[in-house]
């Protein structure tokens, strides 16, 4: 059976909203809640690596992912981001992170809000861990993009290739 890490970084998947400020925060990640709800029967290991907007991520910060995705036991890995820098992410690890398949997904709307993206994007990242090859890509909107050729298109909220 194929084995799959996903390391958690915060990003607007795991944000939750307080309705008496009207700002998002996080408390703790929802991949558990999510893998249970949609009844997966993957083996999968979830861990926390921090809870911040990618827009506050720092080298330092990637560095931690890239150190954490070399020392996994695990080929075959996820990493719930942000989606401002989720890019730039994604290009450290290729640079950084070797005989790996590495896919990072997030989400436009928060997994809390019940209308969240982030639940498909989760199931395609899974799925996309499990098939493709050594490399590191980005899974949004039921795609698939290797790390070198996408952007996230701010007008439309989504996630194209460059060329």
């Known amino acids: 059976m194929i084995s799959i890490r996903i390391f958690v970084t915060g990003g607007t998947f795991d944000k ?3 309705e008496l400020t009207g700002e998002l925060f996080f408390k703790e990640t929802h991949l558990p809640e999510m893998l249970n709800r949609a009844r997966s029967t993957l083996d999968v290991t979830v861990r926390t690596l921090m809870m911040i907007d990618s ?3 720092t080298d330092e910060d990637r560095e931690l992912i890239a150190h954490q995705c070399r020392a996994s036991q695990e080929d075959k890995i996820i990493i719930t981001h942000g989606t401002d ?3 730039v992410t994604a290009r450290v690890l290729a640079e950084k992170v070797k005989d790996k398949t590495i896919v990072l997904t997030g989400a436009m709307i928060p997994y809390k809000f019940g ?3 982030g639940f498909f994007n ?3 990242a899974l799925a996309f861990a ?3 090859p050594h490399g590191v890509y980005v899974a949004m909107n039921g795609r698939y993009f290797t790390w070198d050729n996408v ?3 701010r007008q439309t909220g989504q996630f ?3 060329q």
Request: net charge negative; no cysteine; aromatic share 4%.
């Open 122 to 124: 989760l199931g395609g």
């Open 130 to 132: 499990q098939i493709l």
């Open 16 to 18: 939750e909203y307080n």
């Open 160 to 162: 194209e290739e460059l």
């Open 55 to 57: 827009l506050h991520m």
């Open 115 to 117: 209308s969240s993206d």
């Open 85 to 87: 820098t989720m890019s």
């Open 151 to 153: 952007r996230k298109n």
